[in-house]
């Protein structure tokens, strides 16, 4: 099938355009003939700057009117990353292919200091995500993390100006916009591990598109597929939000699959970690495994504490 037009919506962030014209391009490679353009748009995620993603909804927040311009049929598909998108989208919406995963890890990036040993007590530093500030706080308790919100390049500037002696970033984010050297390490899993889906991006359309499987199933990576479908089952099975501290991540070797996950308080004074492993063609039940060892350890009654305290 050769498609004649594709629409794609894309949040107007200088990230979220570069991972739309890059997939823009591998459709253009795939269908010379057809005419693929770009429709930007801003969201609630990024008008609302003044507040941490976990008390004003969510990362969903960043693809409400995206997935509004898919259901009215002024876009055919939307380009994500993957750790933005819901564990579960609402009805009436589907992931028609996620994409070969770019760099899964968190980066630390500071204009003085090469690595998170070498900050004194009270430095500051600067993370929009509680998952990062739960690890952070359990191996760094002497640090001040404090929220930063923002594109990339809002929160370089805000390193920059001295609000923060370091922050940490996606590594993904930072070398997609060629900011490979504002990188001064990246952190490996056992000191940061990773949100489920991160370094990958997601192809969201309307359920109802049946037409467009076809057309974008070119551009699924089997293998990351299965990853990110593993991380995403298990943060499912947790009820995994931006509300609370938790990390997923797989990797693939010879078809087996091996899952870590982890949950914690986010001021770092619990954190619960599990693995196992799989074949690849049990991604999801291997998600729900691992989300079933943390709950035997006590991760329910650890989120549903983390829950109260927030609403209290």
């Known amino acids: ?128 995500s509680l998952r990062r500030e739960a690890q952070l706080r359990a191996r760094y308790p002497h640090l001040n993390i404090k929220p930063l919100r923002g594109n990339v390049q809002t929160r370089l500037a805000k390193l920059d100006n001295g609000d923060y002696d370091a922050v940490i970033l996606a590594a993904a984010g930072l070398q997609r916009l060629g900011l490979d050297e504002r990188i001064r390490l990246i952190m490996s899993p056992f000191d940061s591990l990773p949100a489920a889906g991160q370094g990958a991006l997601g192809i969201e359309i309307a359920a109802h598109r049946y037409d467009l499987l076809e057309v974008l199933n070119p551009l699924n990576h089997a293998v990351t597929n299965a990853c990110v479908t593993a991380e995403r089952a298990l943060a499912r099975a947790l009820d995994g939000s931006c509300q609370v501290p938790l990390a997923a991540y797989c990797t693939e070797e010879n078809g087996l699959l091996t899952l870590r996950g982890l949950v914690g308080h986010p001021d770092g004074s619990v954190i619960l970690q599990a693995e196992a492993q799989a074949p690849v063609a049990y991604a999801d039940a291997l998600g729900r495994a691992v989300a079933k060892k943390l709950a035997d350890d006590g991760a329910v009654e650890l989120i549903q504490a983390i829950l109260s305290e927030q609403t209290a």
């Open 1 to 128: 099938m050769n498609p004649k037009k594709l629409v794609i919506a894309s949040r107007e962030s200088m990230l979220a355009m570069w991972q739309a014209e890059h997939i823009q391009g591998r459709l253009k490679q795939l269908y010379p003939e057809c005419e693929v353009s770009i429709l930007g748009m801003t969201t609630r995620g990024d008008q609302i700057l003044d507040k941490t993603l976990s008390k004003i909804g969510g990362k969903g927040l960043f693809i409400k009117e995206l997935e509004q311009a898919l259901q009215d049929g002024r876009a055919d598909l939307a380009v994500h990353s993957i750790k933005d998108v819901p564990m579960v989208l609402p009805e009436g919406f589907a992931l028609a292919a996620i994409c070969e995963r770019a760099n899964p890890f968190d980066a630390f990036v500071s204009n003085r200091y090469t690595r998170l040993e070498e900050l004194p007590e009270g430095a500051v530093v600067g993370t929009s």
